[in-house]
């Protein structure tokens, strides 16, 4: 790991801080310690250009008093700092607007099985900074020796471990060690009056579970020429296919318009739903942070609350919103355990997969699109429409038939949820927000 104080010191350390911010006269204490060491390397054309190799250490809390809060934050553990800030934050805090709804969790017990979860791989910090750097300069290697490619955008690999610890006056103190690392390429293909763009990239919390670099330089290779001599289509309704990158996009805006803060701020067409049908029947939606070796899995969020399974969509109807301790008061409701330190974050936030594989899935599309990449913004989560600039393959006849370009998709999130006809068997975790394959019966293609 790194340098410093060992587990037994940080809770020490954390235990500390708390017992002096309710002797300074806070009501309620929260403290957070996080120790790391992260590695990045980003190469192009077999060339190192940025190398970043670095420890951390950090201390955060915040304090609450008479529904007032402050907070602050240091690198430097040392104790003369620590209690300076400590002093001051509880100080500030008289100096903050009340709020009913500030304060900390009640004490729960963390049942989960932490070794269990899979979060930490100690292979990750005994790789070399050569091996590291050797993994993104070959697989770089590897895709231009393909004639088809013209430019690259740089391969990267980055890895991170480390230690997150928390404390807080209601009794609570837990930590858990995690790590991550992942490899990517972006590449050019074409010239200038016909250049497609696109790439691949892996990240895993076990380096033995990276895609190798034939593989990704295989799927960057193959995704960026398959883009190559567009052609223009006229604007039509037709059936949408989603591959998984793009399911988790969309996934991504759902996520925004069923969290906590959206629906007490009433920033969401989903805010007086709750109950209701909003998606076809066998589309279920799920967050969960104990799912071992998954990507957004945690004993605990960020305020302490056991992580657990939450059912947001089952079988088309919505179950649930996602709220930390804030957003839950304010609605009258429980955390979900997805605080995230800022407000309101998904753990392992996903679409369930079906049992039709994706080249089914094409099949089953006489004429539509298979949408491979966006671009821009055009998502309005109040409203729930969408539109947004694409690149896709044309569907004829069940196959690939040929790549557009210059189109727009456009629709509404509650529409589309409601007209997914077939979900995919090929879920994936690249990240903590995933889904597979799905088939959307029709949206509008904007075209010439």
Not at 247 to 275: E, I, M
Not at 292 to 305: I, L, Q, Y
């Amino acid at each position: 790991m790194t340098r410093g104080p060992g587990r037994d010191g940080l809770r020490a350390t954390a235990e500390r801080l708390v017992r002096l911010g309710r002797a300074r006269g806070a009501d309620e204490v929260e403290v957070h310690i996080g120790r790391g060491f992260e590695f990045h390397v980003d190469v192009r054309m077999g060339e190192v250009e940025n190398l970043v190799e670095a420890g951390s250490r950090s201390v955060g809390f915040r304090v609450i008093k008479d529904g007032r809060t402050a907070s602050a934050g240091s690198s430097d553990l040392s104790w003369p700092v620590l209690e300076r800030l400590m002093t001051n934050a509880v100080a500030r805090a008289a100096l903050a607007h009340p709020d009913p709804c500030a304060g900390l969790p009640a004490l729960e017990p963390i049942t989960a099985d932490i070794p269990g979860l899979a979060l930490f791989d100690p292979e990750v910090p005994r790789l070399t900074s050569r091996a590291r750097i050797a993994l993104a300069l070959k697989t770089e290697r590897i895709a231009l020796a393909d004639k088809r490619i013209t430019n690259s955008h740089g391969a990267s690999f980055s890895s991170h471990h480390g230690e997150a610890l928390l404390a807080n006056s209601n009794g609570f103190i837990g930590s858990y060690a995690q790590s991550y690392c992942s490899l990517g390429l972006g590449l050019q293909a074409g010239d200038t009056d016909d250049l497609a763009e696109d790439g691949w990239s892996t990240s895993r919390r076990r380096f033995r579970d990276l895609e190798s670099p034939e593989e990704v330089a295989r799927l960057a290779v193959e995704r960026t020429v398959r883009q190559l001599h567009p052609r223009k289509i006229a604007t039509r309704n037709v059936p949408v296919v989603f591959e998984p990158d793009m399911t988790g996009w969309v996934l991504g805006f759902l996520f925004g318009c069923v969290s906590g803060t959206a629906v007490y701020q009433r920033a969401t067409f989903l805010a007086d739903r709750l109950g209701e049908t909003i998606a076809a029947p066998g589309v279920t939606v799920i967050d969960d942070g104990l799912m071992p070796g998954k990507p957004g899995s945690r004993p605990f969020d960020a305020e302490g609350v056991p992580c657990r399974r939450t059912a947001v969509v089952a079988d088309g109807v919505l179950k649930s919103f996602l709220t930390n301790v804030y957003a839950g008061r304010k609605l009258g409701t429980a955390s979900t355990g997805n605080g995230d330190g800022g407000g309101v974050g998904p753990n392992n936030f996903y679409l369930a997969p079906g049992t039709t594989a994706p080249a089914a899935i094409l099949r089953s599309v006489d004429e539509g699109l298979l949408l491979v990449r966006t671009l821009g913004h055009g998502l309005n989560s109040v409203t729930g429409d969408i539109s947004r600039g694409a690149f896709g393959l044309w569907i004829e006849g069940g196959a690939v038939a040929y790549p557009v370009a210059e189109i727009t998709i456009a629709g509404n999130l509650g529409e589309l949820l409601r007209r997914i006809e077939i979900v995919g068997n090929d879920l994936d975790f690249r990240g903590a927000i995933a889904g597979p394959t799905i088939k959307v019966a029709e949206m509008t293609v904007a075209g010439r």
